[in-house]
C-alpha cells in the first residue's frame, strides 16, 4: 500500500528521533543522590563527595559529551558506573570526590559549553577544602569542552589549580558520521527535521572532520569547525599548567575494525524506502555512498571524491546505521519504512584523533601502528588505547584502571 508524504511525516514525527549517541540510551535506575547540586550559567552538575569525606577535597571534574537536549546526568552515571567498569564507585573509593557537569543543551556550541565547565572548575576551586589539585576532563565531546575551558582560563591568567587534564576517546582531531547517515538525515528533512537538525547542529558541525548541511553538498569542515578550530589556537591549543592524558577506545597496532569499504549497511526494503542503500565509505573518486529514495521521490545518488575508508578505521565506534535502522524498522509495518540492516556500526572516532596524532585525512593516516610512533609524536604528556575497537567512550577496566593509575 502506497503512502502519501503526510502520511509518512506523521508516521516519523511520532516515533522517537533518531539520534546518533553512544553508550546507554535510558538509565536502568536513577543516580544516587548527589551530596551537592551546582546550577551553574548553561548547566548542572552534581558533585558525589569521596569516601571519608564531607566536602570537596579531590575533585575529579567529568563533563558530558555530545547529543541534544538538557544532559541527562542520571543516564551519565549509568554510563561511567553501570554498563562496564564502575569507574565513578572506584574515583570514590580511592578517596576522590566526582563532579559531573553537564549543559543545558549538549548539541550547543563546544564554545558555548566551556563555559559551563569554567564556571565548574572555578567553583571547584571555591569550595575545595585544602590544596590538592583538580583533575579535569571529560569524554567524547566534553574532552573538548574541558580543553579549551582550561586553555582560556590560562590565556586570561586565571588560576585554575588543575594538576590533570584527561578526555576519554575525544575526536581531538575530528569525529566522523557516514556521508550515507548524513545524506539520508537531511534527504527525510521535510517529514522530520529532527536527525538532520542533530547533524547541522552546531557542536556536530564543529565535532566532525567532514559535513555536509544539505544531502547534495559536498562534504567539507563546516565554517563553524574552521572557527572552532582557529579559536583553539588563539588560547593555545592545549592547557600547558596540567598533565595532559587521553585514552582510546581504539587498538594503537593499526588494525581496523573489519567493517569493509563500500559495502551496503542499511537497505530499503519497505515500499517507502524501496531503493534506498545506505553504504560504508570507499576511497577513490566519485565513490558511490548512497542511493536514496523515501515515498514519492525519484532515487538520488549521493557520490564523493576523496575521502578515506575510515568507516573500518581503528577506533571507538558508534552503531550509527544500527540506531537508523532500528528506528525505521519501529515503525508500523503498514508505512513502509522496513529496512535490512547487515552493519550496524563503523568507526567514530578514530584512534588516531583520540590521541591527537593525525588528523583522518588518508588511509595511511587512519591506519597508523600509534605504537610505533615516537613520543614526540602527539601533544599530550601520556596515552592508552584499547586492546581493539569498540564503543565509543566504552568504560572498560583496561582503561578506566590505567587513568585510576596516573592520578596523583
Not at 566526582?98 to 559549553?113: F, P
Request: charged fraction near 25%; hydrophobic fraction near 40%; include cysteine.
Amino acid at each position: 500500500m502506497d503512502i502519501t508524504e503526510e502520511q509518512a511525516a506523521e508516521a516519523l514525527r511520532a516515533a522517537a528521533a533518531v539520534l546518533l549517541t553512544a553508550g546507554a540510551r535510558t538509565a536502568a535506575e536513577a543516580a544516587p543522590a548527589p551530596d551537592q547540586t551546582w546550577q551553574l550559567p548553561g548547566g548542572t552538575a552534581w558533585v558525589y563527595y569521596g569516601e571519608g569525606h564531607q566536602g570537596l577535597v579531590r575533585p575529579v571534574l567529568l563533563a558530558d559529551g555530545f547529543n541534544t537536549r538538557r544532559s541527562d546526568l542520571d543516564l551519565s552515571w549509568e554510563h561511567l558506573n553501570r554498563r562496564g567498569y564502575p569507574l565513578l564507585d572506584e574515583l570514590r573509593r580511592r578517596g576522590r570526590d566526582v563532579v559531573l557537569v553537564g549543559y543545558d543543551e549538549r548539541s550547543a556550541s563546544i564554545l558555548d559549553n566551556a563555559r559551563v565547565a569554567t564556571a565548574a572548575i572555578l567553583r571547584s576551586v571555591a569550595e575545595r577544602l585544602g590544596d590538592e589539585r583538580l583533575v579535569v576532563g571529560g569524554f567524547s565531546m566534553g574532552g573538548l569542552v574541558t580543553r579549551y575551558a582550561l586553555a582560556q582560563l590560562e590565556t586570561q591568567g586565571i588560576d585554575h589549580q588543575t594538576g590533570v587534564y584527561f578526555s576519554w576517546d575525544s575526536p581531538h582531531t575530528g569525529a566522523w558520521i557516514p556521508l550515507s547517515l548524513q545524506a539520508f538525515a537531511h534527504y527525510i528533512k521535510k517529514l522530520d527535521s529532527r536527525f538532520s537538525d542533530q547533524i547541522n547542529s552546531p557542536a556536530a558541525r564543529q565535532l566532525l572532520w567532514r559535513h555536509i548541511e544539505h544531502w547534495e553538498d559536498k562534504p567539507a569542515a563546516s565554517p563553524l569547525r574552521v572557527d572552532f578550530l582557529d579559536k583553539l589556537e588563539e588560547v593555545g591549543g592545549w592547557p600547558r599548567i596540567p598533565r595532559l592524558l587521553a585514552l582510546a577506545n581504539g587498538p594503537g597496532d593499526g588494525s581496523g575494525n573489519g567493517i569493509r569499504p563500500g559495502v551496503e549497511a542499511v537497505i530499503g526494503r519497505g515500499h517507502a524506502v524501496s531503493g534506498t542503500e545506505l553504504r560504508t565509505q570507499s576511497e577513490g573518486d566519485e565513490a558511490l555512498v548512497a542511493k536514496l529514495r523515501v515515498v514519492t521521490v525519484p532515487t538520488r545518488e549521493v557520490r564523493t571524491s576523496g575521502l578515506p575508508d575510515i568507516d573500518g578505521a581503528p577506533g571507538g565506534t558508534l552503531e550509527g546505521f544500527g540506531i537508523l535502522a532500528d528506528a525505521l524498522n519501529g515503525l508500523k509495518p503498514l508505512y513502509g519504512f522496513a529496512v535490512d540492516n547487515p552493519i550496524r556500526e563503523h568507526c567514530f572516532v578514530p584512534a588516531v584523533s583520540a590521541v591527537a596524532v593525525r588528523e583522518p585525512a588518508h588511509h595511511a593516516d587512519l591506519y597508523t601502528p600509534i605504537d610505533d610512533l615516537p613520543p614526540a609524536g602527539s601533544p599530550l604528556d601520556d596515552f592508552v588505547l584499547a586492546s581493539r575497537s569498540e564503543e565509543h567512550t566504552l568504560i572498560t577496566e583496561e582503561l578506566s584502571t590505567w587513568l585510576l593509575d596516573r592520578l596523583p
